[in-house]
């Protein structure tokens, strides 16, 4: 079965830095994107960066020039690399994946169980 595994959450000052990992294990033939999500106190989940299988990423303006998201396609593992934090970027990280499993032909998409980052001022 398909999991995919938040790591590196916690507490930080403004300013400071955080990296988080993700590992996709369970039956998993290829992964298409990997992603990181956010949601914060009263907020919709929102997309804080993607990356292809390829290497193309894609970051929210909010996040840009100050994470980095970057995966190792043989470990099936995704980061995210976070600095100059403020706290508006307090949430729960969730790492996704568009994957294709061994047990079917279709492409599905998974959730982490989300880990927490705190930002204080």
């Known amino acids: 079965q398909v999991q995919l595994v938040e790591s590196g959450g916690g507490l930080v000052q403004t300013g400071g830095s955080l990296s988080l990992s993700c590992a996709a294990s369970?039956?998993?033939?290829?992964?298409?994107?990997m992603a990181w999500y956010r949601q914060r106190p009263g907020k919709k989940r929102e997309l804080v960066a993607h990356?292809?299988?390829?290497?193309?990423?894609n970051y929210a303006n909010s996040v840009k020039g100050r994470f980095t998201i970057s995966r190792d396609n043989a470990k099936n593992d995704v980061y995210l690399q976070m600095n100059s934090l403020k706290p508006e970027d307090t949430a729960v990280y969730y790492c996704?994946?568009?994957?294709?499993?061994?047990?079917?032909?279709?492409?599905?998409?998974?959730w982490g169980q989300g880990t927490q980052v705190t930002v204080s001022s």
């Open positions: 996704n994946a568009v994957l294709r499993p061994y047990s079917s032909r279709y492409l599905s998409e998974y």
């Open positions: 369970g039956g998993i033939l290829s992964i298409n994107v």
């Open positions: 990356i292809t299988d390829t290497g193309g990423t």
